[in-house]
């Protein structure tokens, strides 16, 4: 086989999560993104568990088409009568047996000597091929069997008519090179073995999933079953998702490929956290929203001169939007540059500059400079005027609910230098305008003050507008900051500025823009 096939088990095993619960319609779309997902084969559920699950599996088995529809069952025949019943409609059914093989296990939890474990085996299989021809047998918590009673184990399950053969990793016990040994040694010693399929189910209470079912692949294992987004019992399954695109990215290591159609896997992880509730980590692998994001300038400058000096694969691969450019602190000037230019606007190299020492102001406050706030600071940039006349130095402020608010404020004017002025008012940013008032000898009146959010979030920045008039003259004046306070006060100042600068006794003066 130059395939390996993928057992999907997130409606199963998935389902078996703390804290979830799937309806049966939530189940039926997700059984229908899978198989859009061209997954191999779908466990829908363990018929025999519940009313529930068994008319969730029976939906599933006669409206999910064009994929194999499996079910689990102990190795009781009542169990294997429920998905029979429950996969009569399915058009390629599979029946499911897993019975418990180490010694811990059958001697704590079944109270089963070995020899009844191999009798339960043989009858369930045997039982099992009357109605249905494909039946898998899983040993459950096979890692930890005696490697001598797994080779009976295995070979009685072949002797029976199973099909395909699952050794589960249950509790995330196994390391790599042992469980691909373990696959070795049993192939090497049962005849017969290879003509059927091996397949894997890895648990990852040890982080290691993932790296068995890999190293089990490359011992000879040609089905993987996992659930999407990794989730499952304890600390979850083999996240699916990781598998698919380390086989198909290092398809120069491994040799083989699955079926997948992998544009569908973002849509599909997506759909399994929406529908169980639990949230996909950032910086999942294959599927995380930071997959294919960049923050550092030393990556930003590489992916903007080549996608594959920072990216072994395309977003678009995997369904996901691509190549991200994070704009934040560590930022370099050509990510931004560049980010600006796919917003529209394409500075020279001094504008951009000196653009630049603002977005590090910005960034330093903010973890993430989204694009909402490249726009407001270019915005910001070019409406301001060439001469500043007044420039706030320094802002300090006392406020609180049984506090009169109090400002401070340092302003520079040309020609006088620093002037320092205090004032109250009804709430800090009346009192910081008070301040500013003093300072400046400002006469003019307040006529609108507007503040509205850039971006979302609690670090998102404030855009403050304010409008003053001297009597003659109406001004708008802005500023922006994640400080409602400090964008208020940068807000009056530019005001200030522009109504300076169109007085006529000051336009005369040194140059100042009128506007």
């Known amino acids: 086989?130059?395939?390996?096939?993928?057992?999907?088990?997130?409606?199963?095993?998935?389902?078996?999560?703390?804290?979830?619960?799937?309806?049966?319609?939530?189940?039926?779309?997700?059984?229908?993104?899978?198989?859009?997902?061209?997954?191999?084969?779908?466990?829908?559920?363990?018929?025999?568990?519940?009313?529930?699950?068994?008319?969730?599996?029976?939906?599933?088995?006669?409206?999910?088409?064009?994929?194999?529809?499996?079910?689990?069952?102990?190795?009781?025949?009542?169990?294997i009568d429920a998905v029979v019943d429950a996969l009569k409609e399915a058009e390629s059914p599979r029946v499911h047996i897993f019975l418990a093989t180490s010694d811990l296990h059958l001697q704590k939890k079944l109270r089963m000597t070995r020899e009844q474990a191999l009798a339960a085996i043989d009858d369930s299989v045997r039982y099992a091929k009357r109605f249905i021809s494909d039946v898998e047998f899983s040993a459950e918590d096979g890692s930890r069997t005696d490697p001598s009673f797994l080779t009976e184990v295995v070979r009685t399950a072949l002797a029976a008519g199973a099909t395909v053969i699952n050794v589960p990793d249950t509790v995330g016990y196994a390391q790599p090179a042992e469980y691909a040994a373990l696959f070795s040694k049993l192939l090497a010693e049962i005849d017969g073995l290879e003509r059927i399929v091996l397949s894997c189910h890895c648990h990852d209470d040890l982080g290691l999933s993932v790296a068995n079912s890999l190293a089990a692949i490359q011992a000879g294992v040609r089905q993987v079953e996992g659930c999407i987004n990794g989730i499952g019992e304890r600390a979850g399954n083999?996240?699916?998702?990781?598998?698919?695109?380390?086989?198909?990215?290092?398809?120069?290591?491994?040799?083989?490929?699955?079926?997948?159609?992998?544009?569908?896997?973002?849509?599909?992880?997506?759909?399994?956290?929406?529908?169980?509730?639990?949230?996909?980590?950032?910086n999942k692998a294959v599927i995380g929203s930071n997959a294919f994001a960049h923050e550092s300038g030393v990556h930003q400058d590489g992916v903007i001169k080549d996608r594959r000096t920072y990216e072994i694969m395309e977003g678009s691969t995997v369904g996901q939007a691509g190549t991200r450019l994070v704009l934040g602190k560590l930022s370099g000037r050509r990510a931004v540059g560049e980010r600006l230019k796919q917003l529209g606007f394409s500075l020279p190299d001094e504008q951009l500059a000196e653009?630049?020492?603002?977005?590090?102001?910005?960034?330093?406050?903010?973890?993430?400079?989204?694009?909402?706030?490249?726009?407001?600071?270019?915005?910001?940039?070019?409406?301001?005027?060439?001469?500043?006349?007044?420039?706030?130095?320094?802002?300090?402020?006392?406020?609180?609910?049984?506090?009169?608010?109090?400002?401070?404020?340092?302003?520079?004017?040309?020609?006088?230098?620093?002037?320092?002025?205090?004032a109250t008012g009804d709430g800090p940013v009346d009192a910081v305008f008070n301040a500013i008032d003093r300072a400046c000898g400002n006469q003019a009146k307040l006529i609108s003050y507007r503040i509205e959010s850039v971006g979302t979030g609690k670090d998102a920045q404030g855009a403050v507008t304010t409008e003053l008039s001297d009597?003659?003259?109406?001004?708008?004046?802005?500023?922006?900051?994640?400080?409602?306070?400090?964008?208020?006060?940068?807000?009056?100042?530019?005001?200030?500025?522009?109504?300076?600068?169109?007085?006529?006794?000051?336009?005369?003066?040194?140059g100042a823009v009128v506007l």
């Open 355 to 422: 653009f630049f020492v603002r977005f590090k102001e910005l960034a330093d406050r903010k973890r993430e400079v989204t694009d909402d706030d490249l726009i407001a600071l270019i915005a910001e940039n070019t409406r301001g005027i060439e001469q500043r006349h007044f420039k706030l130095s320094f802002l300090q402020i006392s406020t609180g609910t049984r506090l009169l608010s109090t400002a401070t404020v340092g302003i520079e004017i040309e020609g006088k230098g620093d002037v320092e002025e205090a």
């Open 238 to 282: 083999t996240a699916l998702e990781e598998v698919i695109m380390a086989l198909r990215v290092r398809n120069d290591f491994y040799g083989v490929d699955t079926r997948i159609e992998t544009s569908q896997l973002a849509t599909t992880s997506k759909l399994v956290s929406r529908m169980t509730g639990i949230a996909v980590p950032p």
């Open 471 to 510: 009597g003659e003259h109406r001004v708008t004046g802005h500023g922006i900051s994640t400080d409602i306070v400090q964008a208020s006060a940068a807000a009056y100042i530019d005001a200030l500025n522009r109504l300076w600068a169109i007085q006529p006794q000051n336009a005369e003066k040194e």
């Open 1 to 79: 086989m130059d395939h390996v096939s993928i057992f999907d088990t997130t409606l199963r095993d998935g389902e078996q999560t703390p804290g979830v619960a799937l309806t049966a319609d939530e189940k039926i779309e997700i059984a229908r993104q899978l198989a859009a997902l061209k997954v191999d084969a779908i466990e829908a559920g363990f018929a025999a568990s519940s009313k529930g699950d068994f008319n969730a599996v029976r939906r599933i088995a006669k409206e999910v088409r064009g994929v194999q529809i499996a079910a689990l069952a102990r190795a009781e025949r009542g169990d």
